[in-house]
């Protein structure tokens, strides 16, 4: 038996199935990933795997636009359907981040993400079940999957927190669920569950190679967006492992120096999920 591998992965959520698969893309074979229950049993299981390319910054939404490219064409690529279901997303502010979201737009285009900004009439035309105000301000990405659920800020251990539903968070999202969707007031709740992620200050992760420790890289905090970013996390970490250098995609926004050298990515809007 071996004893030793080029590359010690630990975690088998998506991120360390990413980074096995690219590594091996880039010719390393000699890997060992080690994950402490079953494959997929953290955050991944849990995620609702949205795939939206709305960022305040280009390093992410470049990672999640290439990312997508991936998931709808993994059969060919990876030898097995993804399961990307394209339902389009449709980012709605109020009128006060108009600006914002009008800036975050050109970005993406520039990027070359499938987005634009539209008004509430064309809203009601895509989405007829969407209560919205002409007030409001519309982004809408045709090609992006998916629908967004609810979380509260709390901080619980990762083996022992409560996996269940919490009814009271439930019934207040159904209220404003109801709000924006006047046909969920009559919808039934079929179950649910918890999950955990884990958050960084700029709610971004790290990607790194740590300095002073030899040979030890980390990717971690996705800050519950790491789903939609992790071909492209696999590819450029296992370019940075290999090469010495992520060529596909420049992750350097992402170091771990940012957080002590004020610079820490921003977002435009208020809230801080949206990043
Ligand atoms: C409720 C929820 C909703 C989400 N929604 C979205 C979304 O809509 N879109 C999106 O893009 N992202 C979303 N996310 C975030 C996304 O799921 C995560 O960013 C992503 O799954 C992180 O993957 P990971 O491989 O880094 O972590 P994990 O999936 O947590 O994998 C880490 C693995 O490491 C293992 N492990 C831990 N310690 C050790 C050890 N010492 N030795 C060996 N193994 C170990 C764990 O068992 C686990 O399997 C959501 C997350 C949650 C919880």
Known sequence: MSTTAEAVIIGGGVMGCSLLYNLAQLGMTHTLLLEKDVLASGSTSRSQAILRMHYSNEVTTRLAWESLNVFKDFDTIVGSASGYTRTGYILIVDDSDRRAMEENVAMHKAVGVNIDIISAEAVREIAPMLAVADHEAFAYEPESGYLVGVGEKE????????????????????????????????????????????VTPDWHPILDRIKGIDGLYVAVG??????????????????????????????????????????????RYGIAVLA
Not at 158 to 170: A, F, I
Not at 235 to 261: C, N, P, S, W, Y
């Open 155 to 198: 901080y619980v251990g990762p083996d022992d927190y409560n996996q269940g539903v919490d009814m009271p968070l439930v019934e207040a999202t159904c209220a404003n669920l109801a709000k924006r969707i006047p046909g969920m007031r009559d919808a039934l709740f079929r179950g649910g569950w918890s999950g955990l992620f884990t």
């Open 222 to 267: 996705f800050s519950g967006h790491g789903f939609k970013e992790s071909p492209m996390i696999g590819l450029t970490m296992a370019e940075l492992i290999v090469h010495g250098q992520a060529t596909t995609i420049d992750i350097t926004r992402l170091d771990a120096k940012r957080f002590t050298q004020g610079r820490e990515l921003k977002s």
